[in-house]
Nanobody, 123 residues
Framework: QVQLVESGGGLVQAGGSLRLSCVAS????????MGWFRQAPGKEREFVAAITRSGSKTYYADSVKGRFTVSRDNANNRVYLQMESLKPEDTAVYYCNADQQLLPSANFPGTSWGQGTQVTVSS
């Protein structure tokens, strides 16, 4: 499986921005569709965004649509999540996710996971 490491989390005020990064290693990155998920305290892990292998198509949860942007750099084995207009309810651990067969989604998370990065949005 591909190994995934996230970075870029932190503490930000409501209305602020953060950019998460996930670097992949161990396999050919462009063979993997990528996704981002998050888990808030006391809640189940939820789908945030996904991007196809080429980066030509992106998908978002309704809760982040218009505020978050997922992108990827296949030459550098990275996927990004640009988060704008952050809200306190965006506070969660954010996980990078990958799969060779399926586009990660709410019903079908990919098989490979990173360790997560904490995002905290203060009101």
């Amino acid at each position: 499986q591909v190994q995934l490491v996230e970075s870029g989390g932190g503490l930000v005020q409501a209305g602020g921005s953060l950019r998460l990064s996930c670097v992949a290693s161990g396999r050919t990155f462009s063979n993997y569709a990528m996704g981002w998920f998050r888990q808030a305290p006391g809640k189940e892990r939820e789908f945030v965004a996904a991007i196809t292998r080429s980066g030509s198509k992106t998908y978002y949860a309704d809760s982040v649509k218009g505020r978050f942007t997922v992108s990827r750099d296949n030459a550098n084995n990275r996927v990004y999540l640009q988060m704008e207009s952050l809200k306190p309810e965006d506070t969660a651990v954010y996980y990078c996710n990958a799969d060779q067969q399926l586009l990660p989604s709410a019903n079908f998370p990919g098989t490979s996971w990173g360790q997560g990065t904490q995002v905290t949005v203060s009101s």
